[in-house]
């Protein structure tokens, strides 16, 4: 067997069949990197005839004239055929060196272990052999913070289930919190290219409260162009009309007032008058808030935005924001409930709430993100995560210089 270039439909084709898929192997992704500067060539290990094995392969130019190669997302291959594995590795490491490579980077879309909702090893798949063929083969694992991609995800199984069913096995905080946000009058919004400035300035806002750093806005734009067309990208805002709002609590509070004043005055309706109390406490406040930031910020108010990828068989939830001002009326958790809804409407097969942190620990400073995502009642899932392999004395070299900067 020889590795082959293939063109671009035929590593589609392939792609499209093959269990490891994901939007990241896609000649989507390709073009998106080649706007960066990155090279794209795509791979194949052929067998009478058929792809058997095969990967997008990007490279690009780095220190001394060699260059660095990424397998993002992949290589595709069974990696439960070591004689499999063993080949195709052995061949691309070949190409890498011919081609002034000094390092193969790899981070298949594979899960390592099975997890359950609470993050513990479960039943189920076990690629650990897997990972001790890559390391015996020259890879070593690069640490978790160094990493490119993401290997902790929480995923949502769709297929086969409605949406009364999903929603019935939420946490009820979850579930509750979903329909106050009905209640609220939050309307969702997709944005077209031109609006991709509304996205990109909730981002910077999220970005500098929490201290990351964001893509700018050539990027959202240059993922809009390649998946617009295709169907496979969406950029949700979540909206509020303050009147609107208003007006709705209005009604609610005058329906709490009816319902107190129909009670008798017995003492057994203590406790129900109470509960009212409470209510209309409550939604007096609401009102008064609401009412507040009306002045402040006008009419119409934008709360959150999230972004979405949308490549068979799963829905990626890859960035959101929000406005911390508006976080407490909860807008995140309505667009994962309409993103879910057209998961199932469409039938893809799962919905990936995508990175969470590795440690489930409640002092960790991301612990929120993990918290708010098991609410939709799903699983953890763990890749085997990101290796790289020495292809060149360069690779050293390389190493060296990067650890006295």
Same mark, same amino acid.
């Given at each position: 067997?020889?590795?082959?270039?293939?063109?671009?439909?035929?590593?589609?084709?392939?792609?499209?069949?093959?269990?490891?898929?994901?939007?990241?192997?896609?000649?989507?992704?390709?073009?998106?990197?080649?706007?960066?500067?990155?090279?794209?060539?795509?791979?194949?290990?052929?067998?009478?005839?058929?792809?058997?094995?095969?990967?997008?392969?990007?490279?690009?130019?780095?220190?001394?004239?060699?260059?660095?190669?990424?397998?993002?997302?992949?290589?595709?291959?069974?990696?439960?055929?070591?004689?499999?594995?063993?080949?195709?590795?052995?061949?691309?490491?070949?190409?890498?060196?011919?081609?002034?490579?000094?390092?193969?980077?790899?981070?298949?879309?594979?899960?390592?272990?099975?997890?359950?909702?609470?993050?513990?090893?479960?039943?189920?798949?076990?690629?650990?052999?897997?990972?001790?063929?890559?390391?015996?083969?020259?890879?070593?694992?690069?640490?978790?913070?160094?990493?490119?991609?993401?290997?902790?995800?929480?995923?949502?199984?769709?297929?086969?289930?409605?949406?009364?069913?999903?929603?019935?096995?939420?946490?009820?905080? $979850?579930?509750?919190?979903?329909? +106050?946000?009905?209640?609220?009058?939050? #309307? *969702?919004? /997709?944005?077209?290219?031109? &609006?991709? @400035?509304?996205?990109?300035?909730?981002?910077?806002?999220?970005?500098?409260?929490?201290?990351?750093?964001?893509?700018?806005?050539?990027?959202?734009?240059?993922?809009?162009?390649?998946?617009?067309?295709?169907?496979?990208?969406?950029?949700?805002?979540?909206?509020?009309?303050?009147?609107?709002?208003?007006?709705?609590?209005?009604?609610?509070?005058?329906?709490?007032?009816?319902?107190?004043?129909?009670?008798?005055?017995?003492?057994?309706?203590?406790?129900?008058?109470?509960?009212?109390?409470? $209510?209309?406490?409550?939604?007096? +406040?609401?009102?008064?808030?609401?009412? #507040? *930031?009306? /002045?402040?910020?006008?009419? &119409?108010? @934008?709360?959150?935005?999230?972004?979405?990828?949308?490549?068979?068989?799963?829905?990626?939830?890859?960035?959101?924001?929000?406005?911390?001002?508006?976080?407490?009326?909860?807008?995140?958790?309505?667009?994962?409930?309409?993103?879910?809804?057209?998961?199932?409407?469409?039938?893809?097969?799962?919905?990936?709430?995508?990175?969470?942190?590795?440690?489930?620990?409640?002092?960790?400073?991301?612990?929120?993100?993990?918290?708010?995502?098991?609410?939709?009642?799903?699983?953890?899932?763990?890749?085997?995560?990101?290796?790289?392999?020495?292809?060149?004395?360069?690779?050293?070299? *390389?190493?060296?210089?990067?650890?006295?900067?």
């Amino acid at each position: 067997m020889q590795l082959e270039h293939l063109e671009v439909e035929e590593f589609r084709e392939f792609l499209e069949g093959h269990p490891l898929r994901s939007f990241m192997q896609t000649p989507e992704i390709g073009r998106v990197r080649e706007m960066n500067g990155w090279t794209v060539e795509y791979l194949g290990l052929k067998e009478k005839g058929k792809i058997v094995a095969g990967t997008m392969l990007l490279s690009k130019k780095r220190h001394f004239g060699k260059k660095e190669f990424y397998a993002l997302r992949g290589p595709l291959l069974n990696y439960e055929d070591p004689k499999m594995v063993s080949c195709f590795f052995s061949l691309l490491k070949k190409h890498v060196q011919k081609n002034s490579g000094y390092v193969l980077r790899i981070d298949p879309y594979l899960v390592y272990q099975s997890r359950n909702g609470a993050g513990e090893v479960v039943p189920g798949v076990d690629h650990r052999s897997c990972v001790e063929q890559l390391l015996s083969l020259g890879f070593h694992k690069v640490k978790e913070k160094d990493q490119e991609q993401v290997s902790f995800m929480y995923v949502l199984d769709l297929e086969g289930k409605s949406e009364e069913e999903i929603l019935k096995n939420m946490k009820p905080n $979850t579930r509750n919190t979903i329909r +106050k946000t009905l209640k609220n009058g939050i #309307e *969702i919004k /997709e944005l077209t290219r031109d &609006e991709l @400035t509304i996205f990109l300035k909730i981002m910077e806002e999220t970005g500098k409260r929490k201290g990351f750093a964001i893509r700018d806005l050539t990027y959202y734009q240059h993922m809009y162009d390649v998946f617009h067309d295709r169907g496979e990208i969406k950029y949700l805002v979540t909206t509020l009309n303050l009147k609107h709002h208003i007006e709705l609590l209005e009604k609610e509070k005058e329906e709490a007032i009816a319902d107190k004043e129909k009670l008798s005055d017995a003492k057994y309706n203590d406790g129900k008058r109470k509960s009212f109390d409470t $209510t209309i406490k409550s939604l007096e +406040k609401r009102i008064a808030q609401a009412q #507040e *930031i009306l /002045e402040k910020d006008g009419e &119409e108010i @934008t709360l959150s935005g999230s972004m979405f990828v949308m490549t068979q068989p799963e829905i990626i939830y890859l960035s959101s924001g929000n406005y911390e001002e508006y976080m407490m009326y909860n807008s995140q958790y309505l667009i994962q409930w309409e993103m879910i809804k057209y998961g199932i409407e469409h039938h893809y097969k799962r919905y990936n709430f995508y990175g969470i942190p590795s440690s489930f620990d409640k002092n960790d400073k991301d612990y929120g993100i993990y918290e708010f995502k098991t609410g939709f009642n799903g699983y953890v899932e763990q890749l085997i995560g990101e290796y790289e392999m020495c292809t060149s004395f360069v690779y050293y070299l *390389i190493k060296l210089l990067r650890k006295l900067k």
